[in-house]
């Protein structure tokens, strides 16, 4: 079992920045591939980025590729996402999540999930 909890997010104007933290416990954090996913209201959850479990392999979805970069801290147990010149298209609740097979981009792979923390962008 890993609990998951995210924190970081917040209200910030466009073009502005915030960085999302997910601290997790339990099982070996280091075991785990992770992913960051982001849910919008009146929207399906969506990919945004995801990292191996060593940190050498990262990927984004292609709207955030540039702004977006997600890392970790396997001795820290911790997860990030520092998000760059954000819109308000990004406004939405992101959530982090773990996985130790599949594929990257698939919600389904990814067996933990923490609550979510709200970002919102605004214009």
């Known amino acids: 079992q890993v609990q998951l909890v995210e924190s970081g997010g917040g209200l910030v104007q466009a073009r502005g920045s915030l960085r999302l933290s997910c601290a997790a416990s339990?099982?070996?954090?280091?075991?785990?591939?992770m992913g960051w996913f982001r849910q919008a209201p009146g929207k399906e959850r969506e990919f945004v980025a995801a990292i191996s479990w060593t940190g050498s392999i990262t990927y984004y979805a292609d709207s955030v590729k540039g702004r977006f970069t997600i890392s970790r801290d396997n001795a820290k147990n911790t997860l990030y996402l520092q998000m760059n010149s954000l819109k308000p298209e990004d406004t939405a609740v992101y959530y982090c999540?773990?996985?130790?097979?599949?594929?990257?981009?698939?919600?389904?792979?990814?067996?933990?999930w923490g609550q979510g923390t709200q970002v919102t962008v605004s214009s």
């Open positions: 339990g099982r070996s954090f280091s075991l785990y591939a």
């Open positions: 999540a773990a996985r130790n097979g599949g594929t990257y981009s698939n919600l389904q792979d990814y067996v933990y």
